[in-house]
């Protein structure tokens, strides 16, 4: 019996196009509340009675941390498995359903890759995913889905200040026929919300949200002033090529502490602000090793 939390969904073209996908990833980018994340969750439970050549299909379905795939992800799919599919209870506390089939789905939390290497997987679902650390995709999802040629979601809200936006709109476009970089394995879709939502619950939103923030949020578009990532950002007032650097002046260092890249900014401190004269940026390193280059670019510096 199918539980009652398959609920009908009204028709949705986009919708339908992703849950009858073929291609091996799949981008959702579309808005609050736009049943991107009904659809992921009700395909991943779809596939756990999928009979394949091996005995023990793995998938996932992943979000930033674990506390927030434990508190947003874990009830939502169990209320969707129907009971005669599960073998067992499922277990809470590794986040762990095991079925009737040979098949299992974990819900994991991507603040830990490790969660995901070391198997290989038949499919999942990340979630969330312009928050989701740079790099995780490429070097703990991809090869762990290889061997057995696996599929991959990634959803979510094109947020501008997601530490994992930038690389996850790359992957997106991707999947954009039109690109000159366009890859058939890879689907993009995007929608607002307000092909699903009510306009009573957008206007509410609109009027409490900063225009930015709403076109980010409910119409999915992804949100630059002028081009640029930050929208405080203006060319014309924040670069000026006098900015030089000055031996006897301190040097205040601005750090990311990512990893790949690391990009930490020199600055000299002036009566109207900070001016940034230099920049590191590091690929596959840590803290350390970005002082020791920090210390052979500026070692001999006077200034403290």
Same mark, same amino acid.
């Given at each position: 019996m199918i539980p009652e939390h398959w609920t009908q969904l009204r028709p949705h073209a986009k919708q339908s196009r992703a849950w009858r996908a073929l291609e091996r990833f799949v981008n959702l980018r579309c808005g609050r509340g736009s049943g991107k994340t009904e659809v992921a969750r009700r395909r991943i439970v779809r596939m756990l009675p999928v009979k394949k050549a091996w005995a023990d299909p793995l998938y996932f379905y992943a979000l930033p941390t674990f506390a927030q795939a434990k508190r947003v992800a874990w009830d939502p799919i169990c209320k969707l498995i129907p009971p005669s599919w599960v073998k067992g209870e499922p277990n809470r506390s590794g986040?762990?359903?095991?079925?009737?089939?040979?098949?299992?789905?974990?819900?994991?939390?991507?603040?830990?890759?490790?969660?995901?290497?070391?198997?290989q997987w038949d499919g999942g679902v990340i979630d969330e995913r312009s928050d989701t650390k740079p790099g995780t995709f490429y070097r703990s999802v991809v090869p762990a889905l290889e061997h057995r040629n696996g599929w991959c979601w990634q959803i979510g809200v094109p947020k501008r200040f997601g530490v994992g936006a930038?690389?996850? *709109? &790359?992957?997106?476009?991707? @999947?954009?026929?039109? %690109?000159? $970089?366009?890859?058939?394995?890879? /689907? =993009?879709?995007?929608?607002?919300?307000?092909?699903?939502?009510?306009?009573?619950?957008?206007?509410?939103?609109?009027?409490?949200?900063?225009?930015?923030?709403?076109?980010?949020?409910?119409?999915?578009?992804?949100?630059?002033?002028?081009?640029?990532?930050?929208?405080?950002?203006?060319?014309?007032?924040?670069?000026?090529?006098?900015?030089?650097?000055?031996? *006897? &002046?301190?040097?205040?260092? @601005?750090?990311?502490? %990512?990893? $790949?890249?690391?990009?930490?900014? /020199? =600055?000299?401190?002036?009566?109207?602000?900070?001016?940034t004269f230099d920049e590191i940026y590091l690929r596959n390193t840590n803290t350390p090793s970005t002082l020791d280059y920090l210390a052979e670019r500026y070692g001999d510096h006077e200034g403290g």
């Open positions: 986040m762990v359903i095991e079925t009737v089939f040979g098949s299992k789905l974990y819900v994991v939390g991507m603040d830990k890759p490790a969660r995901i290497e070391g198997v930038l690389e996850w *709109n &790359e992957f997106f476009e991707r @999947g954009v026929p039109d %690109n000159a $970089d366009y890859d058939p394995e890879i /689907l =993009s879709l995007t929608w607002p919300s307000s092909t699903v939502l009510t306009p009573k619950q957008l206007a509410w939103a609109k009027a409490n949200l900063d225009a930015r923030d709403y076109n980010e949020q409910y119409n999915a578009t992804l949100e630059s002033v002028g081009g640029m990532i930050f929208y405080a950002f203006d060319e014309v007032k924040n670069v000026d090529d006098r900015v030089s650097y000055r031996a *006897n &002046e301190p040097i205040c260092v @601005g750090s990311d502490f %990512n990893v $790949d890249p690391m990009c930490w900014t /020199l =600055s000299h401190r002036t009566a109207t602000g900070l001016v």
